[in-house]
């Protein structure tokens, strides 16, 4: 079975400050990669994924993350965030191929201050 | 392109009540998702559709809960009786067949059980 744990509850940062969210994930097969933005009573937006190939994926608002195999992390980096970027983001992992599921993490609350 | 629907946005009932939520998917996905989302966690699935057919329900609470998806389109998630900690947010959510697993989600319905 395929596990995730964001390492973080909750981040605060400055605005236009460098931001990492942490994700790391378990399991005994391959799997594909996602991180998703939840803004205030929305749906999940997707913000990118990985599937196979280049372990740094960028994804949309600037976001990029890497795939580290060997630790298995999936960190999610934004270089300058803005005060909206704040929401919360979940981590999730799926083996891969099939119709398998999405399974997410508890989630970070990233809250950007001017 | 029209994203995924969900009706209602909110709902408040008193426990033991019955409630039933409606999800219509991107046109052309195949498979469709039920989330349950309690406050301050990631989602779990409850329930995933390949066409009108269940690829997984490991995590529904079969006494309670029931969702069906007739000609492989809309969803319907019932509860039936409600408990009080059966607040939460239900995410319906669609994707293409694989290996395009990336899942578009609708905004939710907000669950209150009292």
């Given at each position: 079975?395929?596990?995730?744990t964001?390492?973080?509850?909750?981040?605060?940062?400055?605005?236009?400050?460098?931001?990492?969210?942490?994700?790391?994930y378990?399991?005994?097969?391959?799997?594909?990669?996602?991180?998703?933005?939840?803004?205030?009573?929305?749906?999940?937006?997707?913000?990118?994924?990985?599937?196979?190939?280049?372990?740094?994926?960028?994804g949309?608002?600037?976001?990029?993350?890497?795939?580290?195999?060997?630790?298995?992390?999936?960190?999610?980096?934004?270089?300058?965030?803005?005060?909206?970027?704040?929401?919360?983001?979940?981590?999730?992992?799926?083996?891969?191929?099939?119709?398998?599921?999405?399974?997410?993490?508890?989630?970070?609350?990233?809250?950007?201050?001017? | 392109?029209?994203?995924?629907?969900?009706?209602?946005?909110?709902?408040?009932?008193?426990?033991?009540?019955?409630?039933?939520?409606?999800?219509?998917?991107i046109?052309?996905?195949?498979?469709?998702?039920?989330?349950?989302?309690?406050?301050?966690?990631?989602?779990?699935?409850?329930?995933?559709?390949?066409?009108?057919?269940?690829?997984?329900?490991?995590?529904?609470?079969?006494?309670?809960?029931?969702?069906?998806?007739?000609?492989?389109?809309?969803?319907?998630?019932?509860?039936?009786p409600?408990k009080?900690?059966?607040?939460?947010?239900?995410?319906?959510?669609?994707?293409?067949?694989?290996?395009?697993?990336?899942?578009?989600?609708?905004?939710?319905?907000?669950?209150?059980?009292?």
């Amino acid at each position: 079975a395929q596990s995730v744990t964001q390492l973080d509850s909750q981040v605060p940062v400055f605005e236009e400050a460098p931001v990492e969210l942490r994700c790391n994930y378990s399991s005994s097969v391959s799997v594909y990669l996602f991180w998703y933005v939840q803004y205030p009573n929305q749906g999940l937006q997707l913000l990118l994924k990985y599937l196979s190939g280049s372990t740094l994926v960028k994804g949309i608002n600037g976001f990029e993350a890497e795939f580290n195999k060997s630790q298995t992390s999936f960190h999610l980096r934004k270089p300058s965030v803005h005060i909206s970027d704040t929401a919360e983001y979940f981590c999730a992992v799926s083996r891969s191929g099939g119709y398998n599921k999405l399974i997410f993490g508890a989630g970070t609350r990233l809250a950007v201050h001017p | 392109e029209a994203g995924v629907a969900q009706s209602p946005r909110y709902k408040i009932i008193e426990k033991r009540q019955s409630v039933a939520f409606w999800c219509n998917p991107i046109s052309g996905h195949a498979t469709l998702y039920w989330y349950q989302q309690i406050l301050g966690q990631g989602p779990k699935l409850l329930i995933q559709f390949q066409n009108n057919g269940v690829v997984d329900d490991s995590q529904l609470p079969k006494d309670r809960f029931s969702a069906e998806r007739l000609k492989g389109v809309d969803s319907t998630l019932k509860i039936q009786p409600a408990k009080l900690e059966d607040s939460a947010v239900y995410l319906c959510a669609s994707s293409l067949d694989p290996p395009n697993t990336e899942a578009f989600f609708g905004q939710g319905t907000r669950l209150t059980v009292v």
